[in-house]
């Protein structure tokens, strides 16, 4: 007697689909790191000021101040200007006194253009000496 073999063919089944969480976990690590780590690269160097205070004047000299209002207006000590008298008034006192100081104040609403104008003025007529005037918080 012969024994055959009993033989199933087995059914294979396709699989059609990857499972995709193992992937998802790693894309949102990446994510997390990279959204940690770009502001640091973005920063560079990290820097710390120095604290500094400013050196009183000398009650002989009073500082020259140069104001621009909103409208862009140019005043020297509280008196209307041109740009291009300015330019002439402050030539003037560089060559009267080398260390003549000068304070700008500019108007927050004010183009930044319009004050860097006046810084270009008073480093052409070589005045070193001059402050930007914020308002203390």
Known sequence: MALHRLSRKK???IINNIDMTSLIDLTFLLLITFII????????????????????????????????DVTGKVF???????????????????????DVAVLIRGDERLDYGKIMDVVKILYKVKITRMALVTQTE
């Open 11 to 13: 059914q294979t089944k």
């Open 76 to 98: 020297l000590n509280n008196t209307e200007i041109l740009l291009d008298d300015l330019e002439q008034t402050l030539g003037v006192l560089a060559a009267e006194d080398p």
């Open 37 to 68: 780590t770009m502001p640091a690269i973005e920063q560079g160097i990290s820097v710390r000021l120095p604290q500094a205070k400013s050196d009183v004047l000398p009650a002989d000299k009073k500082p020259n101040t140069v104001s621009l």
